[in-house]
């Protein structure tokens, strides 16, 4: 199934919907005490989502999907994990060596935003915003100590991320957590799909598209570590909760590497995209 968290005309509370070809269908129309936002929907269990996609196919209320307006895929995960280094491509450009471990460090929710969004940064704090298309992995049942074959049965689906940058701070700290945490720096989405849907995560399309000009154009299997690899790394020192997003790296073709280099300048649109999951927009301000 798909899901995503969409915002009513006038409205500012995002609601769960399944989304279905053309049309979604709220979840929270459904029945008495459905949910409304996806990380409800994890905490139910198999048996929630068993119900929500058997009322959302028994005639259930359709609304058109053109013109919804998007909230972000995950609203309130428990911790948003990020991997560094995680295409060889990727750390070859940016003059970074790929650890004997992954390289994690945390992004924080307020950087959380959805598709179509407008993220906005002041110009005094950086003018070398950069993009990293990165597959999104959601956790939908508590993961400690697993072994990467058992991994992905801890998966609940998947999303799309963009993994905004501020290279300079990213590369005048230690700590890479500010440098991609300014407000709106993690859209996700538009959609989740769940884990049933992606029969490999490691064959997968991943491109980036910049006002009109492809730049990253890769697949999820130049991954220096799979996903089931990640979960099982992450799980042995903590516990990953329900509702948990790792964003698993970007692969090469990032603009900071690029002669001449290339940034999200005011007024780019930048798409993040992975085949069989979705297509992700930010537009982008610089505030003088």
Not at 257 to 275: A, E, K, Y
């Amino acid at each position: 199934m798909r899901f995503a968290h969409v915002l009513p005309q006038g409205a500012s509370d995002p609601r769960l919907a399944v989304v279905d070809g053309d049309d979604i269908v709220l979840v929270d129309e459904l029945f008495d005490g459905a949910p409304r936002r996806l990380e409800e929907l994890i905490e139910g269990g198999d048996d929630l989502l068993a119900r929500v996609r058997d009322a959302a196919g028994n005639g259930a209320r359709r609304h058109p999907l053109a013109g919804q307006r998007f909230a972000s895929a995950v609203l309130t995960p428990p911790v948003i994990l990020a991997i560094g280094l995680n295409y060889a491509a990727h750390s070859s450009e940016l003059g970074l060596k790929t650890d004997s471990t992954p390289t994690v460090f945390v992004l924080w929710p307020n950087s959380l935003t959805g598709h179509d969004a407008t993220t906005t940064w002041p110009r005094s704090l950086s003018e070398s915003v950069d993009y990293e298309a990165e597959l999104g992995v959601i956790i939908g049942r508590p993961a400690k100590d697993v072994a990467p074959e058992d991994a992905l049965d801890h998966v609940w689906g998947y999303t799309v991320v963009n993994d905004i940058t501020a290279r300079d701070i990213q590369y005048s700290e230690a700590q890479w957590s500010r440098c991609k945490s300014f407000d709106g720096f993690t859209p996700t989405g538009p959609f989740v799909v769940t884990a049933d849907e992606v029969a490999d995560p490691q064959d997968l399309h991943i491109w980036t598209v910049l006002d009109g000009r492809t730049l990253q154009d890769a697949s999820t299997a130049q991954m220096v570590r799979p996903v089931s690899t990640l979960i099982s790394h992450l799980s042995r020192s903590a516990t990953l909760l329900p509702g948990t997003l790792i964003s698993t790296g970007s692969p090469g073709g990032a603009g900071y590497s690029r002669d001449p280099q290339v940034f999200l300048r005011d007024r780019s649109t930048v798409t993040v995209g992975i085949d069989g999951i979705g297509e992700l927009t930010t537009h982008c301000r610089i505030l003088d």
